[in-house]
T-cell receptor
Framework: SQTIHQWPATLVQPVGSPLSLECTVEGTSNPNLYWYRQAAGRGLQLLFYSVGIGQISSEVPQNLSASRPQDRQFILSSKKLLLSDSGFYLC?????????FGPGTRLLVL | LAKTTQPVSMDSYEGQEVNITCSHNNIATNDYITWYQQFPSQGPRFIIQGYKTKVTNEVASLFIPADRKSSTLSLPRVSLSDTAVYYCLVGNAGNNRKLIWGLGTSLAVNP
């Protein structure tokens, strides 16, 4: 069966500091990968998606970036965090019509 | 892009059947209807997915009328642990730009 991991589970960072969130998928190959952000009490906002190694599409312009160095690894980064970057970050993978989500990372920027 | 509309919140009691309806008037031909459950501080959990008519699995049923402009998630005999936010999603993960998440329905199950 497939599993998806995210780390860290929670993170508190000062404004202006860098960010690196990692997501890995096991049990499948060549998945589509996604990064979402969810603000408190809100729905999910798609940030990035990837259909293959090195292929990244951005949905929302911002100070975040994503990379896919390996088939089942997806990384969300920032060079300088803003207060507005606080939120719950979710990684997901899909094959065909359905997306499956990881446990999420709670990011608090102070 | 297919947008969905769901009730903001619902209340129920243990043992009752709960039906949550989602409207999606501009669903496209290749769109699927997928429902997710989310608990606080957890990732959404896939519940059920369908394209047309009725789909049933071990936790829920999904009813889709012929015009596919709406769908109803049916949860039989809910328990306190079913208290969560339920999202209706219309789209196709093979076409990433068409996935739009609404605010979901907050279901409270009371004893």
């Amino acid at each position: 069966s497939q599993t998806i991991h995210q780390w860290p589970a929670t993170l508190v960072q000062p404004v202006g500091s860098p960010l690196s969130l990692e997501c890995t998928v096991e049990g499948t190959s060549n998945p589509n990968l996604y990064w979402y952000r969810q603000a408190a009490g809100r729905g999910l906002q798609l940030l990035f998606y990837s259909v293959g190694i090195g292929q990244i599409s951005s949905e929302v312009p911002q100070n975040l970036s994503a990379s896919r160095p390996q088939d089942r690894q997806f990384i969300l980064s920032s060079k300088k965090l803003l207060l507005s970057d606080s939120g719950f970050y979710l990684c997901a993978w899909s094959r065909e019509e359905t997306q499956y989500f990881g446990p999420g990372t709670r990011l608090l920027v102070l | 892009l297919a947008k969905t509309t769901q009730p903001v919140s619902m209340d129920s009691y243990e043992g009752q059947e709960v039906n949550i309806t989602c409207s999606h008037n501009n669903i496209a031909t290749n769109d699927y209807i997928t429902w997710y459950q989310q608990f606080p501080s957890q990732g959404p959990r896939f519940i059920i997915q369908g394209y047309k008519t009725k789909v049933t699995n071990e936790v829920a049923s999904l009813f889709i009328p012929a015009d596919r402009k709406s769908s109803t998630l049916s949860l039989p005999r809910v328990s306190l642990s079913d208290t969560a936010v339920y999202y209706c999603l219309v789209g196709n993960a093979g076409n990433n730009r068409k996935l739009i998440w609404g605010l979901g329905t907050s279901l409270a199950v009371n004893p």
